[in-house]
């Protein structure tokens, strides 16, 4: 039995989906734990190349149990367009559950998200409004609507009720709209359930009788630690934690219970929205990476700020996470780069700072403390040994383990899922 947890090290976008895609092949089962349909994961696979934003990566095997589970935040209409997606390319969901305990998206939580962050003008936080920020906080102050009410038109309408009896006032006092109209929202949603009745179930104890039985579980998670709401770069951040702890709540499962987590890490930085950066280089080579490595937001489009790897928030994300191993991705970037740069540290005004502060504000002065290496001029995409990398390839990235004090265990040379070499970490790290 193995229960591996998978997370983002950086601030998103770091690949997940292309390394549980692969995990998954060995899996009996996908859990993803936290976030919703503002995080994106890019697959491409003999099916074709997907984006999912709820479904777990390893719907492409059909021995897989993938489950969205409690800590998730799901938009129904989403869900069922990524359905439908699949089912057009051949790929079977018959094996696809939706916990009852997650939360539900509504129309309000959408609507309100937008006209939240058109409020905040110059201040705005970059969020992709699609009501994640509004439903995990109706979530904490006990407003929510859950999954399995929609199996219960009666619970589900009064709880509607009282939701909208608050939201329309907003709507109407405060930004001067018209209300949202009960009978409307609960017939629309009541279809929803309707469609998804099969799928929803307590998926505790489906996730609890696997691990007795002694299953492979990957645990999925979303984002990056740091837009972690309480150790990430807040306010700039999500609202539900992307952080290894948070898959035993957002799945239902001990902590004792985790043996392995891993973190997935590009070979350089990137990220989506406001928020300071260290390493983003507002220049050709941040523009080369990004056009080179296609970086636009797989749920907005939007484009990256690209930069080099920072150490710091690296380090910090180790041991926030507690990983145990590391998989690098997009390593072929930085073929043809005669020479790649590490930022290792922080000046603070006077200071050296090497380790990731708290505050944006302090962060947002920072400037990174760069260690130059070596790069290669030859393309590393058709390479499927470790050995077989250039010798500058292999000390970059045993340059990152040094500094990290983890192994990489992974090393991801192109988009496709063959395009994945495992290392032999053993006596290589620390």
Request: charged share 25%; proline share 6%; hydrophobic share 35%.
């Given at each position: 039995?193995?229960?591996?947890?998978?997370?983002?090290?950086?601030?998103g976008?770091e690949?997940?989906?292309?390394?549980?895609?692969?995990?998954?092949?060995?899996?009996?089962?996908?859990?993803?734990?936290?976030?919703?349909?503002?995080?994106?994961?890019?697959?491409?696979?003999?099916?074709?190349?997907?984006?999912?934003h709820l479904?777990p990566?390893?719907i492409?095997?059909?021995q897989v149990?993938?489950i969205?589970?409690?800590?998730?935040?799901?938009?129904?209409?989403?869900?069922?367009?990524?359905?439908?997606v699949?089912?057009?390319?051949?790929?079977?969901?018959?094996?696809?559950?939706?916990?009852d305990?997650?939360?539900?998206?509504?129309?309000?939580?959408?609507?309100?998200?937008?006209?939240?962050?058109?409020?905040r003008?110059?201040?705005?936080?970059?969020?992709?409004?699609?009501?994640?920020?509004?439903?995990?906080?109706?979530?904490a102050?006990r407003?929510?609507?859950?999954?399995?009410?929609?199996?219960n038109?009666?619970?589900?309408?009064?709880?509607l009720?009282?939701?909208?009896?608050?939201?329309?006032t907003?709507?109407?006092?405060?930004?001067?709209?018209?209300?949202?109209?009960?009978d409307?929202t609960?017939?629309?949603?009541?279809?929803?359930?309707e469609?998804?009745a099969?799928r929803?179930?307590?998926?505790?104890?489906?996730i609890?009788?696997?691990?007795?039985?002694?299953d492979?579980?990957l645990?999925?998670?979303?984002?990056?630690a740091l837009?972690?709401?309480?150790?990430?770069?807040?306010?700039?951040v999500?609202?539900?934690?992307p952080?290894a702890?948070?898959?035993?709540?957002?799945?239902?499962?001990?902590?004792?219970?985790?043996?392995?987590v891993?973190g997935?890490?590009?070979?350089?930085?990137?990220?989506?929205?406001?928020?300071?950066?260290?390493t983003?280089?507002?220049?050709?080579?941040?523009?080369?990476?990004?056009?080179k490595?296609?970086?636009?937001?797989?749920?907005?489009?939007?484009?990256?700020?690209?930069g080099?790897?920072?150490?710091?928030?690296?380090?910090?994300?180790?041991?926030?996470?507690?990983?145990?191993e590391?998989?690098?991705?997009?390593?072929?970037?930085y073929d043809?780069?005669?020479?790649?740069?590490?930022?290792?540290?922080?000046?603070?005004?006077?200071?050296?700072l090497?380790?990731?502060?708290?505050d944006?504000?302090?962060?947002?002065k920072?400037?990174?403390?760069y260690?130059?290496?070596a790069?290669?001029?030859?393309?590393?995409?058709?390479?499927?040994?470790?050995?077989?990398?250039?010798?500058e390839?292999?000390?970059y990235?045993?340059r990152?383990?040094?500094?990290?004090?983890?192994?990489?265990?992974?090393?991801?040379?192109g988009?496709?899922?063959k395009?994945?070499?495992p290392?032999?970490?053993?006596?290589?790290?620390?």
């Amino acid at each position: 039995m193995s229960v591996m947890t998978v997370v983002g090290g950086q601030w998103g976008d770091e690949g997940k989906g292309k390394i549980v895609d692969l995990l998954a092949e060995k899996a009996n089962m996908v859990v993803r734990f936290s976030g919703g349909d503002n995080a994106g994961h890019t697959v491409i696979n003999p099916y074709g190349e997907f984006r999912l934003h709820l479904i777990p990566s390893g719907i492409f095997y059909p021995q897989v149990t993938c489950i969205i589970g409690n800590g998730v935040a799901i938009n129904p209409e989403v869900l069922l367009g990524e359905i439908d997606v699949l089912h057009q390319h051949g790929v079977s969901t018959d094996r696809l559950f939706i916990s009852d305990r997650a939360h539900l998206i509504m129309p309000y939580h959408t609507l309100l998200d937008g006209l939240e962050e058109e409020g905040r003008s110059e201040r705005a936080l970059g969020t992709t409004r699609k009501g994640i920020g509004p439903v995990f906080a109706d979530k904490a102050a006990r407003l929510g609507i859950r999954v399995g009410d929609l199996l219960n038109p009666e619970t589900f309408r009064r709880r509607l009720e009282a939701a909208l009896a608050f939201k329309n006032t907003i709507l109407t006092r405060v930004y001067e709209l018209p209300p949202l109209s009960l009978d409307d929202t609960l017939a629309q949603y009541l279809r929803y359930g309707e469609q998804l009745a099969p799928r929803i179930k307590d998926t505790v104890s489906t996730i609890r009788e696997a691990v007795d039985r002694g299953d492979s579980v990957l645990l999925e998670g979303a984002q990056g630690a740091l837009l972690d709401p309480d150790f990430g770069t807040y306010p700039f951040v999500t609202s539900s934690s992307p952080l290894a702890g948070a898959s035993c709540v957002g799945a239902g499962l001990g902590p004792r219970e985790i043996d392995h987590v891993m973190g997935v890490f590009k070979a350089y930085n990137t990220r989506v929205g406001a928020g300071p950066m260290p390493t983003e280089l507002d220049d050709e080579t941040g523009n080369l990476i990004r056009e080179k490595a296609g970086e636009y937001g797989a749920t907005t489009g939007r484009p990256r700020r690209c930069g080099w790897f920072d150490a710091v928030a690296g380090r910090f994300s180790v041991q926030i996470n507690g990983l145990s191993e590391i998989a690098l991705t997009h390593l072929d970037i930085y073929d043809g780069f005669p020479s790649i740069m590490i930022c290792t540290a922080y000046k603070f005004q006077e200071e050296v700072l090497t380790s990731f502060p708290g505050d944006p504000a302090t962060l947002e002065k920072c400037s990174p403390i760069y260690e130059e290496v070596a790069g290669w001029e030859e393309p590393i995409n058709e390479i499927q040994d470790y050995e077989s990398l250039p010798a500058e390839a292999r000390d970059y990235m045993s340059r990152l383990e040094s500094l990290l004090s983890c192994p990489v265990s992974l090393v991801s040379v192109g988009p496709d899922r063959k395009q994945i070499i495992p290392i032999e970490a053993v006596g290589r790290c620390c």
